[in-house]
């Protein structure tokens, strides 16, 4: 489970790193977030009495990355309106 | 135990939808 989480991760700093768009950038960070909900649960496993935190916590990340992703889409849209296209490398100006 | 978590997770969300609802509205210029 933590070579999977740890597989997840790397691919999502990958692609962080390496796209020019936008949307695939978001799409990695997505990719982030969940290596680390892997990781929560892969964990959660050895609390005492069958203790549910880090299952709870997971889910609480989960959530957090919806809002984070809404919040990022709708950026993404402002600059598609004012720029025309999603490169990030294009959006260099404060104002037009 | 975990109820007042979520429900502030869940006002977090709803205002995180609401902003991103009026980022990305497309102004009407006349």
């Known amino acids: 489970m933590l070579l999977l989480?740890?597989?997840v991760f790397c691919c999502g700093v990958y692609t962080i790193l390496t796209r020019k768009n936008a949307v695939s950038i978001l799409m990695g960070v997505e990719l982030v977030l969940n290596a680390a909900?892997?990781?929560?649960?892969?964990?959660?496993?050895?609390?005492?009495?069958g203790g549910i935190h880090g299952n709870v916590f997971t889910i609480f990340v989960i959530l957090?990355?919806?809002?984070?992703a809404a919040v990022a889409l709708a950026i993404i849209i402002?600059?598609?309106?004012?720029?025309?296209?999603?490169?990030v490398?294009?959006?260099?100006?404060?104002k037009e | 135990d975990y109820l007042f978590a979520f429900e502030a997770v869940s006002v977090l969300l709803l205002a995180a939808l609401v902003g991103a609802a009026f980022l990305a509205r497309k102004e009407v210029r006349e």
């Open chain 1, 5 to 7: 989480s740890a597989l």
């Open chain 1, 64 to 68: 957090l990355a919806a809002a984070e």
């Open chain 1, 78 to 87: 402002g600059i598609y309106q004012n720029f025309g296209k999603v490169d």
């Open chain 1, 89 to 94: 490398d294009q959006a260099d100006l404060m």
């Open chain 1, 37 to 49: 909900n892997i990781n929560f649960v892969a964990f959660a496993q050895y609390t005492r009495n």
